[in-house]
T-cell receptor, first 114, second 112 residues
Framework: NAGVTQTPKFQVLKTGQSMTLQCAQD?????MYWYRQDPGMGLRLIYY???????DKGEVPNGYNVSRLNKREFSLRLESAAPSQTSVYFC?????????????FGEGSWLTVV | GENVEQHPSTLSVQEGDSAVIKCTYS??????FPWYKQELGKRPQLIID?????GEKKDQRIAVTLNKTAKHFSLHITETQPEDSAVYFC???????????FGQGTTLQVKP
C-alpha cells in the first residue's frame, strides 16, 4: 500500500525552466493538497483540491499552477522557476476536507532552482 | 493574515524530563489544532490533534491542552526519550482540515 507517491524526489532546475511535480494517492481520497517547506519553517499550503474537478488557492499560490487530473492524481506546475521556489514540496491527501479527516503526506520532493 | 506563533524555537532536555511547546493563533475561528513531528529529511507525522470543543487530550506520554479564550495551545511530552528528538510543528485550521497554518517549529533535543 503506497499511500501518497510523489515524483521526482530530487530535481535541479535553472531559472526560467518549467517542470511538473506529480502526486498520486491510492487511498481513494477525495481531497489533495500541495505544500512547500522552506528551511527552518513550517509547511505552507500552495493549492488544494477538495474533490475531483475543483482546485483552490492556498496561502502561497503565486508562481504555481495545479491540475487535478483525476481522483488519484494532483500535479503542481512551475511555469518559470525562480530561485525563491527552491524548497521541499509535500503532496498530501485526505478522505474528505472536513475537520476529523486525517491528512496523509507524501515523502517530499526536493527542488533546487539555480 | 492568519498566523501561528510557536515557542521556543529550540528546546534541550535531559532524558526523562518533560518538554512543553507553546503556540498562539490569531484566527479565533480556528477549530482544529494538530501537532506534527518531523525527523530530518522525512515527512511530517501527526502525533496528536485536538478540536476546539475539547480542552485537553492525552495519548500515552503526549498531551495537548487548548485555551480558546487566550487562543493558545500547548504540547506536553512527559518522560522524554532520545527518540523524541525531532522538529515539532503546531498548526491551526478551520473548516478545511488541510488548510493549515503552521508554526515555525521547535527543535527538541533529548540528551541521554
Amino acid at each position: 500500500n503506497a499511500g501518497v507517491t510523489q515524483t521526482p524526489k530530487f530535481q535541479v532546475l535553472k531559472t526560467g525552466q518549467s517542470m511538473t511535480l506529480q502526486c498520486a494517492q491510492d487511498m481513494n481520497h477525495n481531497s489533495m493538497y500541495w505544500y512547500r517547506q522552506d528551511p527552518g519553517m513550517g509547511l505552507r499550503l500552495i493549492y488544494y483540491s477538495a474533490s475531483e474537478g475543483t482546485t483552490d488557492k492556498g496561502e502561497v499560490p503565486n508562481g504555481y499552477n495545479v491540475s487535478r487530473l483525476n481522483k488519484r492524481e494532483f500535479s503542481l506546475r512551475l511555469e518559470s522557476a525562480a530561485p525563491s521556489q527552491t524548497s521541499v514540496y509535500f503532496c498530501a491527501s485526505s478522505a474528505g476536507q472536513g475537520i476529523g479527516n486525517t491528512i496523509y503526506f507524501g515523502e517530499g520532493s526536493w527542488l533546487t532552482v539555480v | 493574515g492568519e498566523n501561528v506563533e510557536q515557542h521556543p524555537s529550540t528546546l534541550s532536555v535531559q532524558e526523562g524530563d518533560s518538554a512543553v511547546i507553546k503556540c498562539t493563533y490569531s484566527d479565533s475561528a480556528s477549530n482544529y489544532f494538530p501537532w506534527y513531528k518531523q525527523e530530518l529529511g522525512k515527512r511530517p507525522q501527526l502525533i496528536i490533534d485536538i478540536r476546539s470543543n475539547v480542552g485537553e487530550k492525552k495519548d500515552q506520554r503526549i498531551a495537548v491542552t487548548l485555551n480558546k479564550t487566550a487562543k493558545h495551545f500547548s504540547l506536553h511530552i512527559t518522560e522524554t526519550q532520545p527518540e523524541d528528538s525531532a522538529v515539532y510543528f503546531c498548526a491551526a485550521s478551520r473548516a478545511i482540515v488541510g488548510k493549515l497554518i503552521f508554526g515555525q517549529g521547535t527543535t527538541l533535543q533529548v540528551k541521554p
